[in-house]
């Protein structure tokens, strides 16, 4: 029964590029949910997606960064022309579809380090 | 705006001892509060849960209690060993709202 996963577990860019994170929501999971912790800090929500469908991204950045989840395939973090203040954690979160009552807890992945040199 | 403040950023505590950390929210609409462990290079693991309907929460050493007058929730580590030496998080939601607010986290450590 895999939770969560996330690659690449490390990720290192130069100044520009892009970067891409890819996140496998559990089995059976419909919901996905993107954090960014920058060092010594708390989870920042950025952006929750279902299937096809950006629910909510009042976290994400307004330049530079999109989210997706397509029918098939994880959900993609981009994050284009990459800075050094990107370097961070980015987490990825999965919970089962909303059955209209009780709380959907989140399932988090390992996680991708992201390095902007 | 943050939400959810928790304090305090780190804590240091012996074996044995009562590791306590306290959370404080401003949203009244918020009404599920679960603290996350995360050890370092893994994600948030969901430790315990409460719902405001209750004052007091209790799973094994882990304790939640929880005052909905002052808009306050702690967690309680008792008898505090140094496996549980790891980042907590308090957060806060809406009842069957995916949007969960996050702490800035509690570094602890528990000395041998």
């Known amino acids: 029964n895999a939770g969560v996963m996330q690659n690449p577990r490390h990720l290192v860019r130069r100044r520009g590029q892009e970067a891409r994170l890819r996140c496998s929501p559990m089995?059976?999971?419909?919901?996905v949910y993107w954090y960014r912790q920058l060092p010594e800090e708390g989870l920042k929500f950025m952006v929750y997606?279902?299937?096809?469908?950006?629910?909510?991204e009042s976290g994400m950045p307004k330049e530079r960064f999109s989210a997706e989840f397509p029918k098939e395939g994880p959900s993609i973090l981009r994050i284009q022309q990459v800075v050094r203040g990107d370097s961070a954690a980015y987490f990825c979160?999965?919970?089962?579809?909303?059955?209209?009552?009780?709380?959907?807890?989140?399932?988090f992945g390992p996680g991708t380090r992201l390095t902007v040199l | 705006q943050q939400q959810v403040k928790q304090s305090p950023q780190s804590l240091i505590v012996q074996k044995g001892g009562i590791s306590i950390i306290n959370c404080a929210y401003e949203?009244?609409?918020?009404?599920?509060f679960p603290w996350y462990q995360q050890f370092p290079g893994k994600g948030p693991a969901l430790l315990i849960a409460?719902?405001?309907?209750?004052s007091e929460k209790k799973e094994g050493r882990f304790t939640i209690s929880f005052n909905k007058s002052a808009k306050q929730f702690s967690l309680h580590i008792m008898d505090s060993q140094p496996g549980d030496s790891a980042t907590y998080f308090c957060?806060?939601?809406?009842?069957?709202?995916?949007?969960?607010?996050f702490g800035a986290g509690t570094r602890l450590t528990v000395k041998p």
């Open positions: 979160a999965s919970s089962q579809i909303s059955r209209g009552a009780g709380y959907n807890e989140q399932f």
């Open positions: 089995k059976g999971h419909s919901h």
């Open positions: 997606l279902q299937k096809e469908n950006i629910i909510d």
């Open positions: 949203n009244t609409a918020f009404d599920y």
């Open positions: 409460i719902r405001p309907d209750v």
């Open positions: 957060a806060a939601s809406k009842y069957n709202n995916n949007d969960m607010r």
